[in-house]
């Protein structure tokens, strides 16, 4: 299941201009490379040092190549409602509340269509490792019809079995013909983990057990979805303390900060990732570094719907493992991990002042930072022993015009461009800035058909 490639085949990577590793050492090599063999990176340096030969040999001269990007949570079917007039102006929960009735409408095709669409546009922002949250399922969709389209455009995917169990008529905030029943969640959840989810190292696919919100499942649900996960050896996630109203929810239903509420559930540990924490106090900072929790910091999607500054470098400053993700499309409009990656920076040193947050620490949050958060020891960096899993970026371009002196950090602080290359377990997704795994443009054309038809009801 791990998705090896042939033992024997082989790929070299040579004169880049500027080869960032990520490793141990953070090194950066001008004129560098990299050796694969089945997938697998076996020696990093500068092209001389290389193998001359491979049976697939790409020369990137005048690019910028750096570990694939680390997409931390995301809702892939939101692509298909972008910029929704009912939605464009709302803060979390209103937002929630325009948007649910559209989405119980989605089908099937809609489901697998705009997973391919969200993959498309990750990978061409240099991201080859994404999670999604998928916490609804109208209309038959399945959480396998996701699995199905990461197989075919050739992402490493982590599935996250979302849920949601807690309707209006119980002082939840979705709709009740959107809410599952307890018992048929944690059914399927060990159904999908048992069909689909790979412990191995260099796996291309893992299922997480992931409850919506506080505000939409359960204590009894959060309880049972994490003994169901331990038993399998499998990752935990939901949202936590995205902004006030949220806070002010943990402390009405529950008495508790959210922080305190995932710690009464179980829910802390190097096995839980959060998303957002944009609320999280001094204490729950604290709980999450001394249990290694992490956090998927959406700093887009925080902006968009106006749920405030997450506290960012102060998680880091104690140690908690903090990667980025793009969110839905439908809270981000975009699902770019460069952009993210550059407005993590600007956010924080709006916060915080100029010195917050630098390019390369930036970076690493959407590297190394992201692998730590879902729990791999295999990307996020690139070394011998690593998956060979890169993208490279065009210097020439216009965006990237004058910051040649620094070419890392004008990567970041620059307008984010068009992935070149993407290479996923050794195999080419992204070729000359177009992908090559499915027809894109039939994709997005059929993205839009069934956008329109989705939203129009």
């Not at 790409?58 to 680390?70: C, E, K, R, S």
């Not at 470098?313 to 809270?331: H, I, K, N, Q, T």
């Not at 910051?403 to 377990?425: E, I, K, M, Q």
């Amino acid at each position: 299941m791990s998705g090896h490639n042939p033992a024997g085949q082989t790929l070299l990577v040579r004169n880049a201009d500027m080869l960032v590793t990520m490793d141990g050492n953070r090194r950066e090599i001008r004129g560098g490379g990299l050796f694969a063999e089945g997938g697998r990176i076996t020696a990093v340096g500068a092209t001389g040092e290389l193998p001359a030969t491979a049976d697939r040999v790409i020369d990137l001269a005048g690019h910028i190549v750096v570990p694939g990007l680390v997409n931390t949570h995301h809702h892939m079917y939101q692509s298909l409602t972008r910029a929704l007039p009912a939605a464009q102006d709302a803060s979390l929960f209103g937002w929630l509340e325009a948007l649910y009735p559209v989405w119980g409408r989605m089908t099937p095709e809609m489901l697998r269509v705009s997973t391919l669409t969200a993959m498309a546009e990750l990978l061409l922002s240099g991201c080859t490792t994404s999670s999604d949250h998928l916490y609804l399922y109208p209309n038959g969709c399945r959480l396998d019809d996701t699995i199905e389209s990461a197989r075919q455009i050739g992402m490493r995917f982590h599935a996250s079995r979302g849920s949601m169990s807690v309707g209006r008529s119980r002082g939840g905030l979705p709709p009740d013909s959107l809410v599952e029943d307890e018992a048929a969640i944690l059914r399927d959840s060990q159904r999908l983990i048992e069909a689909y989810h790979d412990p191995e190292r260099f796996a291309m696919q893992r299922i997480a057990v992931a409850p919506c919100s506080p505000f939409s499942v359960s204590r009894e649900l959060m309880r049972e979805a994490a003994v169901l996960a331990r038993s399998f050896k499998v990752s935990l996630h939901t949202h936590l303390a995205e902004n006030d109203n949220d806070v002010a929810y943990s402390a009405e239903k529950f008495g508790m900060t959210p922080a305190e509420y995932a710690e009464d559930l179980g829910w802390l540990g190097p096995d839980v990732w959060h998303a957002h924490c944009v609320k999280l106090d001094e204490a729950g900072i604290g709980l999450f570094a001394a249990t290694g929790t992490g956090v998927a910091h959406c700093p887009c999607s925080n902006m968009r719907i106006s749920s405030g500054i997450a506290p960012v470098c102060r998680m880091v400053e104690r140690g908690v493992a903090v990667g980025l993700g793009v969110d839905g499309s439908a809270s981000n409009d975009c699902a770019n991990m460069l952009g993210e990656t550059r407005q993590a920076l600007l956010l924080q040193r709006v916060g915080l002042g100029p010195s917050a947050m630098t390019a390369r620490q930036a970076l690493e949050l959407a590297t190394l930072n992201g692998a730590r958060v879902l729990g791999r020891d295999d990307i996020g960096s690139l070394a011998p022993g690593m998956a060979a899993d890169f993208a490279a970026f065009d210097l020439r371009s216009a965006t990237m015009a004058g910051a040649l002196h620094d070419p890392v950090a004008g990567l970041v602080f620059c307008a984010p461009g068009r992935s070149s290359w993407v290479v996923v377990n050794g195999k080419v997704v992204v070729e000359d800035g177009e992908v090559r795994t499915v027809d894109l443009p039939v994709v997005l054309e059929r993205h839009n058909r069934l956008s329109l038809q989705l939203v129009s009801g």
